[in-house]
């Protein structure tokens, strides 16, 4: 799922207005679309059969886990979800 990507508390920190970073966490601006989008490449690229790893999100530290999840190479189908997965806007 896209929970994955959503950005660390850190990078939120880091924003033009943290505490609406915060406050809003969650809204598409508050996910990382590009390691998202990249991620997707990268498994339909996948042609040295590599082992891909993906991020999940642990909610005991409320951050995201940079390798959650492995899709392994025998894994013939990957679905994904979330939110804002049909959301027509520029990262």
Excluded at 43 to 63: A, L
């Amino acid at each position: 799922g896209m929970d994955g990507f959503h950005f660390t508390r850190q990078y939120l920190d880091n924003m033009e207005n943290p505490s609406l970073a915060h406050q809003k966490r969650g809204a598409y601006w508050t996910f990382d679309v590009n390691g998202f989008s990249d991620l997707l490449k990268s498994i339909t690229k996948n042609e040295d059969n590599k082992i891909i790893t993906c991020p999940t999100f642990d909610h005991s530290i409320k951050d995201p886990i940079s390798n959650g999840k492995q899709i392994k190479p025998m894994h013939k189908i990957v679905i994904v979800e979330g939110l804002y997965l049909f959301l027509n806007i520029e990262p």
